[in-house]
């Protein structure tokens, strides 16, 4: 039984590619159900966001597991081959498997670190498994505790309170440009998560007109409902640069999206109303070049971390103290995965058997006082003989039902019957009540 | 007793231009409120000054260089007051009090005898004070450029300083700039025309092509272009900031260019 994620995000792959991959909610059912049908894949989720494109799943077998979702994704879009998608494709299984997962739900693989996001998709790819009944025992386990890892990452280090603040860092800017902003329109290009909360912010401060594009006219669309703005194509976004006072760009694609003569000519044809132009996206979308146009205001990721004055060296130490938040929890998953190895937990319930058998042999032998070895060896053989008896339907059950598709189940049941401690580690690894009461759905 | 009142509000818009520029490099601001303080009882000495002054003469005595220029002050000071009650803007004490503080200066520095004027001369003061005013629209706007200029240059360099969190918004530096010409203009105007009208008064004629007079004609002619530039062609903001101060700078050298000459009669005005 093992746990992989093959994948592709920002650091690995432009978004012409990712937005290819990207699974909607609304097909998620259809992508599940295929990934659940390649043989070995036992349990799957899929995250789906601007930046990522993962896929997560439990195998009998890595390396099976690895060619099956590799080929789930070539089959994802008719027009994409191995070859091509291969380059941009990263995949680790177990430990590095779940770390990545963890770091992916802190944020800390994020392209703004700590940035909000990232946990609710992470949550609503867990829904969508749920829902779909693609998530077993192990997955449902692993993300619950992904999700509790980036709450903790989030409460109790400072990362996220810089993500919102370079967020706020862009308001702040903005009115030193703009006195009154409600009056102002935002153009917001591309869907890339610091986008959409700069855009939440701005809309806070009572923004009302609000042009939306992206390559994908659906994602526009359903921005614009979000922020009761107006959806445009994005080959004609130009068009619309020069209604725009505020400009914010997070595409994510590798190339500048705006370039310095689009500005020149939108500033001209806006007669020299000032343009304020925020860039989060790495790398950047927005020609640096802007900067030496008049009345237009540049401003990227650097220049909001430097207007928050965020020390950077603190929010390293800061990032460093959630990866060792993440490295914690992996270790305590991975004990809690080991006891759903069939063998031992065989061995540790024969184990706890035998530490039984062993002191009431002791107590009677003591009891009834000089017995002749065959009496002693009567006692024993019985004792040995019921303990024997005893397991031996429940140890049956267990080696047959671990290799079926839900075995997990009854291992961690057996653990818990006869109070069997985890792996290294006392007691933490257990299943909570939640993931108990959510079984019998995986079982039907 | 007037002369008293003068350098004591001299003295009141020194310590405020102080606690004003200080206010400017701190990141407190309750600083400011100690300025206002002091920028504000200057006024009020400052009004209480030119009150006496035109009790005692009789009549308002706005005719003379240093008259012209302790008003251009006072009417400044006013300004700035009327702004920070509506805006609540206090860092604009640290740009517009030196100015007025130099003004003083500048008017304590004009030799100070008084001539009996004919009753003839009596009427120029309408003439001085209108272009005063328009003067003091014009200082508005340059303040409002020179301030325009400094948080350009702050947002594109990305110094987010104190200065940088103390300055307005650049749109409404740029409307303040608008709106300070837009004022002034008509003062101006008006002025030009009352001059000329005393001009022919007293000597028969509107216009003696004297230097001051085709100064004034060329401050009229340069602030109408600001006017149109920005209506027609769209130079707003950083150019208009750049314009308004070129032009100011141009109203500055009028006024050292009246020192230098010593000229401080009536016509110069």
Known sequence: MNIIVVGLSHKTAPVELRELLAVPVSRGGEALARLLAYPGVKEGMILSTCNRVEVYAVVDDIDRGFSAIQDFFVKTHLALSIDELLPHLYWYADERAIAHLFRVTGSLDSMVVGEPQILGQVKEAFDMALTHHSSGVILNKIVRKAISVGKGVRTNTRISEFAVSISSAAVELAKKVFSNLQEKTVLLVGTGEMGKLAAQHLVNQGIRQMILTTRQTQRAIDLAERFAGKAVPFEDYRAHLVKADIVLCATGAPHYVVSQEDVLRAVRERRNRPMFLIDISVPRNIDPLVKDVDNAFLFDIDDLETHVGANREQRRKEAERAEGMVKDEVSVVLAWLRGLDAKPTIVALRKWAEAIKDTEVEKALARLGSLSSKERGTVEGLASSIINKVLHGPLVTLKTEAQSKNGVIFIEAARRFFDLPDEESSGQGTLNKEETTRTPQHLE | MTGLFFQVTMVLYFVGTIFFLIYLLRRSEALSKVALGIAGLGFLVHTAALIGQTIALGHLQIIRFQEAMSFFAWALVFVFLMVVWTRRL???????????????????????????????????????????????????????????????????????????????????????????????????????????????????SYLSWNSEQIWALVTWAFYFTVLMVRITIGWRAKKAAYLTIVGFAGVILTFVGVILKNDISLTSL
């Open chain 2, 90 to 204: 206090h860092v604009l004490g640290s740009f517009i009090l030196p100015l007025a503080f130099l003004s003083l200066v500048t008017a304590s520095m004009a030799p100070a005898e008084v001539h009996e004027l004919s009753p003839v001369f009596r009427t120029v003061w309408v003439h001085v004070t209108l272009s005063m005013l328009g003067t003091v629209g014009f200082a508005v706007a340059f303040v409002a450029g020179i301030m325009y200029v400094m948080q350009d240059r702050l947002l594109k360099s990305k110094r987010f300083n104190v200065l940088y969190s103390k300055l307005p918004p650049l749109d409404f530096l740029d409307t303040l700039n608008q709106r300070s010409i837009l004022l002034g203009f008509p003062f101006l105007t008006l002025g030009i025309l009352t001059g000329a009208v005393s001009a022919h008064i007293s000597f028969g």
